[in-house]
Every structure is written in structure tokens, then in C-alpha cells.
């Protein structure tokens, strides 16, 4: 299994705006072969927002990412977030 998480600060009140984003860019991948599962996670102070995809390996989640086709997000990503998304990869042991 292989597993990507990325770690995202939104601005103040801009939370629901940056997790629907996520919610529909984890919606493009759900037909990508190798794809266990999409999560999208808030921190309990909603400060952080985490979307995590579980794969069956890490070459399913390279071709799932580079053939995903998910549309255009609904808000502008920029007016969101302050800085881009801290991602750390996981296998299983």
C-alpha cells in the first residue's frame, strides 16, 4: 500500500471553500486503477485540512495522479491558502 498526504493550512474562514476544492480534485481520482480510498481530513481546530489517498502501490498512484482529469476548482486555490501543501508519503512495512 502506498499512501500521499497533504498537509494544507487555509486562511482563516476560508476553510469549507479549501476543503470543497479538495473533495472535488479526490473526486477526479476515484476511477484511477489502484486506488483504495480518498479521505478528506480537518484538524480538530480546523486550522489544517489533510487529504489523503490510499493506493494499492506507489506506481498506481503516479499513474492515477498523471491521468487524473479533475475539473477546475470552484475557488481560487491562491485566495485560499497562504503556502502550497506540505505532501509526505507513506509505504506499507
Do not use: C
Request: net charge positive.
Amino acid at each position: 500500500m502506498f499512501v500521499n498526504m497533504a498537509f494544507v493550512n487555509p486562511y482563516q474562514g476560508k476553510e469549507k471553500e479549501l476543503a470543497e476544492n479538495m473533495l472535488s480534485f479526490a473526486k477526479a481520482l476515484r476511477d484511477q486503477p489502484g486506488l483504495i480510498r480518498t479521505f478528506v481530513l480537518s484538524e480538530s481546530d480546523g486550522k489544517t485540512l489533510v487529504g489523503v489517498s490510499m493506493w494499492s502501490d506507489e506506481a498506481a498512484f503516479q499513474h492515477g495522479m498523471a491521468n487524473a482529469k479533475p475539473t477546475p476548482p470552484k475557488y481560487p486555490t491562491e485566495t485560499l491558502r497562504k503556502d502550497p501543501p506540505i505532501v509526505r508519503q507513506f509505504k506499507e512495512v
